[in-house]
């Protein structure tokens, strides 16, 4: 089947521009994440969904990022003001459901192949 | 708060020879470990994962990781290196009761013919 699917595959903007980065999760997921990945680094956690509501936004690093999931699957990461900072690939993931993350009711998170943001 | 360091940047080994990528985890609480590799242009794939079932832990492609709590590790190994291994490998760990994953900073693996 399917798997997550991000567009655009990369977008180049200018500082002080506003973008939006969107995701696909996999049909059915009712969990989905965003992690920002710089060069020669890990993933870094952003945010989760958890249906529509943002269950835990503890990584967005400041206020012109903002994240919504209307409908409970599509999901767009909005960046205002965009930085030459904010440059790197953003990740989306999916997983079949939320629970307590506890370690017996943990489900694998599935990756999107990203968004190569570029900030002139 | 967790954290995760990969102790090689970067490893080189020859094909069929055995491979070992080292991760130590610090961990407030019973973690959970997970072990992804990526490879150029292509998007994270879930290797293995240690959820306190059993501290030896099989994946996929030969892959093994073993949980050693005293050290606190959970190195990533695999008997013989193919060359299609060649790729980028992330330790992750993450805590019981948030869903967020903490990712090491990766260690490129290189497989020379």
């Known amino acids: 089947g399917a798997g997550v699917s991000q567009t655009p595959s990369n977008k180049v903007t200018e500082k002080g521009k506003y973008v939006e980065l969107r995701c696909d999760p996999i049909?059915?997921?009712?969990?989905l994440y965003w992690y920002r990945q710089s060069l020669g680094q890990g993933p870094e956690f952003l945010i989760y969904?958890?249906?529509?509501?943002?269950?835990?936004d503890s990584g967005l690093p400041n206020d012109r990022f903002f994240a919504v999931r209307p409908e409970g699957s599509v999901s767009t990461l909005k960046i205002q003001r965009t930085e030459r900072g904010d440059s790197a690939v953003y990740l989306c993931?999916?997983?079949?459901?939320?629970?307590?993350?506890?370690?017996?009711?943990?489900?694998?998170?599935?990756f999107g192949p990203g968004t190569r943001l570029t900030v002139l | 708060a967790q954290s995760v360091t990969q102790l090689d940047s970067h490893v080189s080994v020859s094909e069929g020879t055995p491979v070992l990528l080292r991760c130590n985890y610090s961990?407030?609480?019973?973690?959970?470990l997970f072990w992804y590799v990526q490879h150029p242009n292509k998007g994270l794939q879930l290797l293995l994962k240690?959820?306190?079932?059993?501290?030896l832990v099989k994946g996929i492609n030969g892959f093994e990781a073993e949980f050693k709590k005293s050290e606190t590790s959970f190195h990533l190994t695999k008997p013989s290196a193919h060359m299609s291994d060649a790729a980028e490998y992330f330790c992750?760990?993450?805590?019981?009761?948030?869903?967020?994953?903490?990712f090491g900073s990766g260690t490129r693996l290189q497989v020379q013919p």
């Open positions: 961990s407030s609480y019973s973690p959970s």
């Open positions: 992750v760990v993450s805590e019981t009761g948030r869903r967020a994953l903490t």
């Open positions: 240690y959820t306190s079932a059993a501290t």
């Open positions: 969904f958890q249906g529509t509501g943002a269950a835990d």
């Open positions: 049909s059915g997921h009712t969990a």
């Open positions: 993931a999916s997983s079949p459901r939320g629970g307590s993350g506890g370690a017996l009711e943990y489900n694998e998170q599935f």
